[in-house]
């Protein structure tokens, strides 16, 4: 049995940052008609068992519907047994479900935020992120139908040889108060005061601190900062630490914050992280971090924090290695 999960995150791509940056916009109609050209691509693959994250618009029941003539692809189709509460603990909890029934590789449909939730119950069962958020570091403009066709090979693999077409992604870890509270994927930056209404990143004038474990000139978001100044790879076991000013004085570096937004921050160091080793944040208070570009910790005054690099975080699917490997065994020839 090969089986595949598809966790479509409704909420992605919908917070603050469609209206004060040129954000796109990818609604859930368009999410479930991804996730049926994902069906399609699964079946062709011959996933004999796909269960999909139940969620409070339907993008799953939706998909399903609207397969028409290509009924036959959503007969293996299920829907996960769970509770639905409407937040980002949903996303955790279908991947910890679809871990423990054995799935051979996730599907996520978002944005950085959702593949860091999808994480935090995965284990060691593969990630393919698909991009409908805003900050897309690690999901990437996957077509649905080579995105099933990859995952329902790639599932069909002994267990073994299934990491052969990953990569291991670095985590950032928060410890707070001598204990791990939270870890982060992409990004963590550290902005001034204790506001987490809108949750989503995207004013300059408030952020001291940007740790990156992979940084690009060519993203968009926190990250970016980093790379502008110091780029580092995925493969590379080090990170970027960013040191923020807050001064309109000194070094600037501009930096795409989001799509349409290219703003410039004061900078007063650059910092390689090494794996292991804890970097304090700074001791101002009240200080709140995000995660993956959204907000999640506050730190109150007597909060002692720090940041740490790891090795040990989720597998991602390199699809391009995936259907090199299917091509050379033929896979798709009938």
Known sequence: MSLVGIIANPASGKDIRRLVTQALVIGNREKANIVRRILIGLHAAG??????????FGIGSMALAGLGDQAEAGRAVRLLEMPVSGSALDTARAARLLSEAGAGCIITLGGDGTVRMAAQGSGEVPLLPISTGTNNVLPGFIEGTVAGLAAGYLAAQPQA??????????????????????????????????????????????????AS?????????LSSVAGMLDPVDPTEPEGVLVTLSGSPNGRRVLAPLGP?????????????????????LPPERPLTLALDGEREIVLKQGDQAALILAANGPWIVNVEQVMAHAVRRRAFVI
Request: with cysteine; net charge positive; aromatic share 6%.
């Open 161 to 210: 040889a299934r990491q052969e077409f990953c990569r291991r992604a670095k985590r950032l870890e928060v410890h707070l108060n001598g204990e791990l509270r939270d870890s982060a994927l992409v990004d963590i930056a550290a902005l001034t005061g204790s506001f987490t209404g809108t949750r989503a990143v995207w004013q300059a004038a408030d952020l001291r601190l940007i």
């Open 47 to 56: 996933a004999s068992d796909v269960r999909i994250m139940p969620d409070t």
């Open 260 to 280: 349409g937004l290219v703003l410039p921050l004061a900078y007063s160091g650059v910092t390689r992280m090494q794996p292991g080793q804890p970097y304090p």
């Open 213 to 221: 474990t992979r940084a690009a000139p060519t993203t968009i978001g």
